[in-house]
C-alpha cells in the first residue's frame, strides 16, 4: 500500500512539472479521448454491461479492501484469476461488443472518408413500393402473418442460406401467396433484393430489447433483430391484428396506414440519385431555370 500511494506521489510531482509544456497534439488527445469515452459510456448504458459493471464494481471494492486490510490469500486468488476473468468478460460480451463494431462501421463520419462501397443507384422500381403495400394490407385485412425484409447496403447472404431459394420478380400475388396459412414457405422472414424475392423462410436474430412492448411476438423481435445488426428496412404484418409496422435501424414503428409504408419505401428507395443521372443526361428539367 505504502509503495502504491508513494508512486502515486511520484506521478502528480511529474504532471505539475509538465503541466505548463501542454502541446496543441495534447489537446487533440484528450477530445479523443473525451469522444470515446463519451460514446461508450452511452453504449453501456444501452445493453448488459451496466450490469456486469456493477458486480465488477462490488468485486473492485471487495479487491480494495483485500489491499488495504492485507488479505494475502484474497490476493494470491486475484493475481491467479485475473487473467482469465478478462477472457471471461470478453466472451460473455461478445454479442454487444460486435454490435457495437457493427455500429462503429455505419457512422457517417468514417464512411465519408474512407468509401467502401459504389455509390448504390435507385434499389427498386415504383412498381416494388405499390405491391409491398398492397400485398401487406391485403395480408393484413385478413390477418395473414408478414415479415418482409428489404436489403441494403449490408448483404443479407448468411440469413438467406437459412431459407429457401426463391429468385421470383415481385408481386402482391406472390407475397400473398408465400405467407398464405399452410404453404409450404408461409413460416418465416422473406428477403427482397432490388425488385426480386430472392428467399423464404428465412430464419432471423431476435432482438433483446427489453423495451419492446411484451404484447408483441417473435416476428416484431425478429424484425427489430435485423434492425439492430444490419441496415435492412422490415415490413412486418401482425397476425392478431393485422396492423402493419417498420422496423429500420432497431426502430420500431408501428400501426402505419398505406401512406406512411410509402414514405418508409422511398426513404431507403435511393430514388433522387437515379434521377440526378437522368438530369445529367437529359439536361435541366423543364422548371429549373
Known amino acids: 500500500m505504502d509503495m502504491f500511494l508513494a508512486r502515486l506521489n511520484s ?38 454491461v451496466w ?45 454487444e461488443l460486435r454490435r457495437a463494431l457493427e455500429e462503429l462501421g455505419r457512422k457517417s463520419f468514417i464512411t465519408d472518408f474512407v468509401s467502401f462501397e459504389k455509390p448504390a443507384g435507385e434499389r427498386f422500381s415504383d412498381k416494388t413500393v405499390n405491391d409491398l403495400v398492397k400485398a401487406s394490407f391485403e395480408m393484413g385485412k385478413v390477418k395473414t402473418g408478414a415479415l418482409i425484409v428489404i436489403e441494403q447496403n449490408v448483404l443479407l447472404t448468411e440469413y438467406e442460406r437459412t431459407g429457401i431459394e426463391v429468385d421470383g420478380l415481385i408481386s402482391s400475388q406472390l407475397l400473398i ?20 424475392v430472392v428467399s423464404a423462410t428465412c430464419y432471423l436474430p431476435l432482438s433483446d430489447n427489453m423495451e419492446i412492448s411484451k404484447e408483441l411476438g417473435t416476428r416484431h423481435r425478429a424484425g427489430v433483430g435485423i434492425s439492430e445488426v444490419t441496415d435492412a428496412l422490415t415490413i412486418i404484418v401482425s397476425e392478431e391484428t393485422g396492423n402493419v409496422s ?6 420500431l414503428y408501428r400501426n402505419l396506414d398505406a401512406n406512411g409504408l410509402k414514405e418508409k419505401l422511398h426513404m431507403i428507395q435511393n430514388k433522387e440519385v437515379e434521377e440526378k ?13
Open 277 to 289: 443521372k437522368r438530369r445529367l443526361w437529359k439536361g435541366r428539367a423543364k422548371d429549373e431555370k
Open 177 to 196: 401467396n408465400i405467407f398464405e396459412h399452410n404453404t409450404p414457405l408461409h413460416d418465416g422472414a422473406v428477403i427482397i433484393r432490388g425488385n426480386r
Open 11 to 48: 506521478y502528480f510531482a511529474t504532471l505539475s512539472l509538465h503541466s505548463l509544456n501542454i502541446r496543441w497534439e495534447d489537446i487533440v488527445e484528450v477530445l479523443i479521448i473525451s469522444f470515446l469515452l463519451y460514446h461508450i459510456m452511452v453504449w453501456v448504458k444501452h445493453t448488459k
Open 246 to 251: 417498420v422496423t429500420y435501424e432497431g426502430k
Open 51 to 95: 450490469l456486469l459493471m456493477k458486480g465488477i464494481i462490488i468485486i473492485l471494492v471487495f479487491i480494495l479492501l483485500a489491499i488495504v486490510f492485507h488479505m494475502n490469500t484474497i490476493m494470491w486468488i486475484v493475481e491467479n484469476v485475473l487473467s482469465l476473468a478478462v477472457i471471461a468478460v470478453i466472451v460473455i460480451l461478445q454479442p
